[in-house]
């Protein structure tokens, strides 16, 4: 079964940019993933599907500061223009054919 | 509007059960695999279980196969997960969730919270 890896954290500037990775591990490098928002005290929030490609389809009402590209088996999630509200914790997801696998979250601070 | 909304949280004793119900709304039920997923109090999020539109494919994350059992009613659009033999580290606030086939889970419950205590 596929595993992710994430950073733990990550931090950046308000208006600035920031890219967080999430990795494939072997053999699992042309996986599609999905990414996950997780506000403070909130349930998690679908932000977008992202293929190995670096094509990547977001969820309704997901703001266009954010973004997906891919690079091997890494995935990526860029957030340009940070914002307050952008300070929240972010996984990945992928999957196979009978098991669901999710990053241990990378926790962005907006400074 | 899509709605999931959990219940059946609360506090139980180690060894006992709890079966958590999740109520769909706003889109088609029946065509839309399911999953649970769950977050430890600090922690990340953990997959526990899924099952296909039908309810004929099921699959269970390894710390809790033997002991919990999901199930679907299409009838009532409705979710649910039946859990047994509920240890301290079963702890967490337990979420449903919309899978879009090929594209990962699409829509999140708000959760219930299921304390495992003496």
């Known amino acids: 079964q596929p595993v992710l890896t994430q950073s733990s954290s990550a931090s950046a500037s308000l208006g600035s940019s920031v890219k967080v990775t999430c990795t494939l591990s072997s053999g699992h490098s042309t996986n599609i993933i999905a990414w996950h928002q997780q506000q403070p005290g909130k349930a998690p929030r679908y932000l977008m599907k992202l293929e190995g490609s670096g094509n990547y389809k977001k969820g309704s009402g997901v703001p266009d500061r954010f973004s997906g590209s891919s690079s091997g088996a890494d995935r990526y999630l860029t957030i340009s223009n940070l914002q307050s509200e952008d300070e929240a914790d972010y996984y990945c997801e992928t999957w196979d054919s009978n098991s669901r696998v999710f990053g241990g979250g990378t926790k962005l601070t907006v400074l | 509007e899509v709605q999931l909304l959990e219940s059946g949280g609360g506090l139980v004793q180690p060894g006992g059960s709890l079966r958590l119900s999740c109520a769909a709304s706003g889109f088609t039920f029946t065509t839309s695999p399911m999953s649970w997923v769950r977050q430890a109090p600090g922690k990340g999020l953990e997959w526990v279980s899924s099952i296909s539109e039908s309810g004929s494919n099921i699959y269970y994350a390894d710390p809790v196969k033997g002991r919990f059992t999901i199930s679907r009613d299409n009838s009532k659009n409705t979710l649910y997960l039946q859990m047994n033999s509920l240890r301290a580290d079963d702890t967490a606030i337990y979420s449903c969730?919309?899978?879009?086939?090929?594209?990962?889970?699409?829509?999140w419950g708000q959760g219930t919270l299921v304390t495992v205590s003496s």
């Open positions: 969730a919309r899978i879009q086939v090929a594209a990962g889970i699409d829509f």
